[in-house]
């Protein structure tokens, strides 16, 4: 196992606006730089892990050497640094590049095997254009190579190669190519992407929002009940302004509380006679409606029903497919659960319904 794992986390990150560098800004809980040290000792490959930085810092198992001016001085520093340490192989990584799997480090590993150079690289959906003697020709984008880190070498051939090197280089292949050597190239992964602007840091601009919903309504003679849009043969109705729909005033409290919108008292006074015996399913309507174009989608909902009867398993399904059908969403995301309160207090003597909801909503830009 004499393979070492290099990590160049010198980088002044000119791209990257902000005070702190790149590689020790906050990712996904931990500074991103250690996300690589963090792989590189899971995968019980490595002998030694290098970690190439500029920064005052100790972690343990890993020997820090400080960084060059570009990029190529860095590399070298760590590879003098193994000189004389009975390294075969090492990998050399960027650190602005968090999220490759170890997977990729096995088979990267298996690969150097049979050869000197192996480098992951993925193909481009992009159309490819060159510019070329003052001209602007198509390329193939099948036969451009995009290529990523971990790259991994034969110790010796590189540090031959990365000594003699005059040039400016944006990887370490680059020496193998310009001297005609033979670089295994291998599948990289599309999720290994370098963090080189800051809005690279959100995997995807979508923020999630909860809200929490409540209501309770009693139960009166001659009123039909309404239950998440459907209607329930039972001795009582929901008394109410509005037909009373305790599970769906409760999803409108809690769809406005996930958009920071206040409540369905704000929205639908009950001081307001053009509200009164309004159908509850037209109050959600323009919820949703708002909802979307607000460029939000809902993950998941979950109900618990508070009643004494009646029983929830009997029309739970018939009470999904409604609000699947009003709320426009999947019926997998929607869970209803019943919840009897042995027969206590007003619940308890089947003179009051009462609803609570938890709901999750997607924000995209
Ligand atoms: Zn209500």
Not at 40 to 48: L, N, P
Not at 294 to 316: F, G, Q
């Amino acid at each position: 196992m004499n393979n070492c794992f290099i990590l160049l986390a010198a980088g002044k990150g000119k791209r990257f606006n902000s005070r702190e560098k790149k590689q020790f800004i906050n990712y996904k809980n931990k500074p991103l730089f250690m996300h690589s040290v963090d792989k590189a000792k899971k995968s019980k490959i490595f002998k030694k892990i290098v970690l190439v930085t500029n920064k005052q810092i100790k972690i343990p198992n890993v020997i820090v050497v400080k960084g060059g001016k570009e990029r190529s001085d860095s590399s070298l520093n760590a590879l003098n640094y193994l000189k004389n340490k009975n390294i075969k192989n090492v990998f050399i990584h960027d650190a602005a590049r968090p999220n490759f799997s170890i997977n990729l480090l096995k088979k990267l590993k298996k690969n150097l095997n049979k050869n000197k150079a192996v480098v992951p690289y993925i193909n481009t959906n992009n159309s490819t254009k060159y510019a070329y003697k003052n001209k602007i020709v198509n390329l193939k984008r099948e036969k451009v190579f995009l290529t990523q880190t971990p790259q991994c070498f034969d110790y010796k051939t590189l540090y031959k190669l990365s000594k003699n090197n005059k040039n400016y280089i944006t990887d370490e292949s680059t020496l193998f190519l310009n001297k005609n050597k033979k670089v295994k190239f291998i599948k990289g992964e599309e999720t290994n992407i370098k963090i080189t602007k800051k809005i690279d840091l959100y995997e995807s601009k979508i923020k999630t929002f909860y809200g929490i919903g409540f209501d309770i309504h009693r139960l009166i003679k001659n009123k039909k009940l309404y239950l998440g849009g459907v209607k329930i043969p039972f001795h009582s109705g929901l008394k109410g302004h509005s037909d009373g729909d305790v599970i769906l005033h409760c999803i409108i409290d809690a769809l406005l509380g996930a958009l920071r919108k206040k409540d369905i008292g704000t929205l639908y006074p009950n001081n307001k006679n053009k509200f009164k015996n309004i159908k509850s399913a037209k109050m959600l309507k323009p919820i949703i409606l708002d909802l979307r174009n607000s460029n939000c989608y809902i993950n998941n909902l979950d109900i618990n029903l508070i009643c004494e009867r009646p029983k929830v398993s009997k029309y739970r399904n018939k009470i999904i497919n409604s609000l699947s059908k009003l709320m426009n969403i999947n019926k997998s995301i929607i869970n209803l659960k019943g919840k009897t309160v042995e027969k206590l207090g007003l619940i308890g003597k089947e003179s009051a319904i009462a609803c609570e909801s938890i709901i999750s909503i997607n924000k995209y830009e």
